[in-house]
């Protein structure tokens, strides 16, 4: 079995897209520069993760299906003359590389997992089994008008974090990993979108993943 | 802990891995001056396996499923078999078709999930799979998450599988960039401007805590968060994966496969930190010939490398005459008999950089 300890976390509820006031005061939290190349999720991931205290020696997981989404429209609207700025920020891992680079907190890894409805469990995956003593588990996504209206995108505009560590100070709760290849796939594995909820509730949860094993977060 | 590595081919547009190693040796260059969008007037150095506008279906789907069809003796995606599928494209040219042409047919591939949704039907695989994609050191990225999973014992075996094949949608981001120009890439030589060249790559490895000749012994990774596309210039960000590694290395004779693009900043700063902390290590790039096969290439390099032990023969600095950076970059063949062993690196957006060291027994 594997735990780790949930020192911190946070979730932004999934809305549509982000207001304007809500953007304006997101933005204040970097330099202007920085700021002005943030669309909805970069915003979102700076806002839950800037209490996350990241190390050099810690690592990163970030969990999301269609990442710089915002950016990826844009950069496919620039065609015939495309964009170098909204192609960069489309690449996976864009979002939250425009985070961390605006920080300036180096790391020791980032390890973008992609998936659909279970992403979440996947990315807990790879934190769990990360040799790593601090594992910054963060997800979301952003709506963005063309590729949601085709299912191509995400509906909605959300962002989750939670700091996963291997020691038991300050712990807010723990999540478990027990591997069991006869597992079967829960109907109970969350989706993305509906952590925030479910960190801001502290409802605990239990759910298996085909062929990995069991997962359960409980909360102190 | 090591693991080891088995089966490992890769796809390029020299070929397949022999066909690859073997052109790359007689010094071939597989890139080729393409138009970067469709009405361009200018060419930049592509190394295609096929037409950039072969779209429907996508151009990748047959050649990597046939590719993979050669390790189909294990029941890839259950339980003590996962899957890591990595790329920094995925089906990312039908999503730029889809968006200008508004054709629902290109829908089917044009997301990550939906385009290793469609190989992973075409092959059978089961639902034991993770996907990664973290720009150009994906394929390294996902080497580590196969360690994880031996290391764990959550597995028998680990197929980590990459593919990234160019489209108008990377070839105009970085000609826009303007690394992808009108020059072909001369990885670690002294010039007066950079250039990078892209191509086709696909390319699978087979991992697993049974011993086989090549030994992953370590890796190493970071991300320096200094700049989207640009590196610390003191370049501490690659001797963060380095300088661990010598100490595993000591005493012992290794060779450097770099990540080694063309860019003059990037490539001077990955040559000068192998150069402190590997000053007896050759260093060699590839991607003057076969081009930055993007997430792919930790991958593509690795098959390459795998058969350049098993000839004893490694191709040297393909396309890039001297004067180098540094005087380790080494032109020629390189005789791989007097070697233990190779640092295989990679680097990306972000400034993350990944390392492994691999033993030849």
């Given at each position: 079995m594997l735990k780790r300890y949930i020192t911190k976390a946070a979730g932004a509820v999934p809305q549509r897209e982000l207001a304007p006031e809500q953007r304006k005061s997101l933005r204040k939290q970097f330099n202007p520069l920085a700021a002005r190349r943030l669309t909805d999720l970069p915003l979102l991931?700076?806002?839950?993760?800037?209490?996350?205290?990241?190390?050099?020696?810690?690592?990163w997981v970030f969990a999301s299906a269609f990442g710089g989404a915002l950016s990826l429209e844009r950069y496919l609207e620039s065609f015939p003359t495309p964009s170098p700025l909204h192609f960069q920020n489309s690449i996976q891992p864009g979002p939250l590389d425009l985070v961390n680079v605006?920080?300036?907190?180096?790391?020791?890894?980032?390890?973008?997992?992609?998936?659909?409805?279970?992403?979440?469990?996947?990315?807990?995956?790879?934190?769990?089994?990360?040799?790593?003593?601090?594992?910054?588990?963060?997800?979301?996504?952003?709506?963005?008008?063309?590729?949601?209206?085709?299912?191509?995108?995400?509906?909605?505009?959300?962002?989750?974090?939670?700091?996963?560590?291997?020691?038991?100070?300050?712990?807010?709760?723990?999540?478990?990993?027990?591997?069991?290849?006869?597992?079967?796939?829960s109907e109970s594995i969350p989706l993305s979108e509906s952590v925030p909820e479910l960190i801001n509730s502290g409802r605990e949860l239990e759910f298996s993943q085909a062929g990995r094993g069991y997962f359960r977060i409980v909360w102190n | 802990m090591p693991i080891y590595l088995h089966d490992c081919e890769c796809l390029t547009a020299l070929g397949k891995t022999q066909s690859t190693w073997s052109r790359l040796i007689n010094g071939e260059v597989g890139l080729k001056p393409v138009p970067p969008l469709a009405d361009s007037t200018e060419t930049v150095p592509l190394a295609l396996t096929g037409d950039l506008d072969d779209l429907n279906p996508p151009r990748w789907i047959d050649p990597v499923c046939e590719l993979i069809q050669s390790i189909t003796q294990y029941p890839w995606g259950d339980a003590r078999h996962p899957i890591v599928i990595t790329s920094s494209n995925f089906g990312i040219d039908q999503m730029l078709a889809a968006f200008q042409t508004q054709n629902t047919a290109y829908h089917g591939?044009?997301?990550?999930?939906?385009?290793?949704?469609?190989?992973?039907?075409?092959?059978?695989?089961?639902?034991?799979?993770?996907?990664?994609?973290n720009a150009c050191v994906s394929a390294q990225l996902g080497m580590i998450q196969a360690a994880r999973l031996l290391e764990q014992r959550l597995a028998d075996r680990v197929l980590v599988f990459s593919f990234d094949y160019l489209s108008r949608f990377v070839v105009g981001g970085f000609h826009a960039l303007k690394i992808l120009n009108e020059d072909f890439p001369q990885p670690y030589s002294e010039r007066k401007s950079g250039a990078i060249g892209l191509g086709d790559g696909a390319a699978f490895a087979v991992f697993s805590n049974q011993p086989s000749p090549f030994c992953i012994e370590d890796a190493a990774t970071h991300s320096e968060f200094k700049h989207m596309t640009g590196n610390d210039p003191s370049g501490a960000g690659f001797d963060s994966v380095l300088a661990p590694m010598t100490t595993i290395a000591k005493d012992r004779n290794f060779w450097v496969k770099g990540h080694g693009t063309g860019t003059l900043e990037t490539g001077r700063l990955e040559a000068e930190s192998v150069e402190r902390n590997f000053p007896n290590a050759p260093l060699v790039s590839w991607k003057g010939s076969i081009g930055h096969t993007l997430g792919s290439c930790g991958l593509v390099e690795l098959a390459i490398t795998k058969a350049a032990f098993h000839?004893?023969?490694?191709?040297?600095?393909?396309?890039?005459?001297?004067?180098?950076?540094?005087?380790?970059?080494?032109?020629?063949?390189?005789?791989?008999?007097?070697?233990?062993?190779?640092?295989?690196?990679?680097?990306?957006?972000?400034?993350?950089?990944?390392?492994?060291?691999?033993t030849h027994a």
């Open positions: 991931l700076g806002d839950i993760c800037k209490d996350a205290e990241p190390n050099l020696d810690d690592e605006a920080r300036g907190k180096p790391a020791r890894l980032l390890m973008p997992v992609v998936g659909d409805t279970e992403l979440f469990a996947d990315a807990l995956f790879a934190a769990m089994i990360s040799p790593n003593q601090v594992v910054h588990t963060v997800g979301g996504e952003e709506y963005s008008p063309w590729t949601a209206s085709h299912e191509l995108g995400a509906e909605h505009t959300f962002a989750w974090y939670l700091k996963l560590v291997q020691s038991t100070e300050a712990a807010a709760g723990e999540i478990t990993f027990t591997p069991n290849p006869s597992a079967k796939k | 591939q044009a997301t990550v999930t939906k385009a290793v949704g469609t190989i992973a039907n075409r092959l059978g695989w089961g639902s034991n799979r993770l996907i990664i994609s000839h004893g023969l490694a191709p040297g600095n393909v396309a890039a005459p001297a004067p180098h950076c540094v005087g380790q970059v080494h032109s020629g063949n390189l005789d791989l008999n007097r070697f233990d062993g190779v640092i295989l690196l990679s680097s990306a957006f972000g400034g993350a950089h990944a390392a492994h060291l691999m």
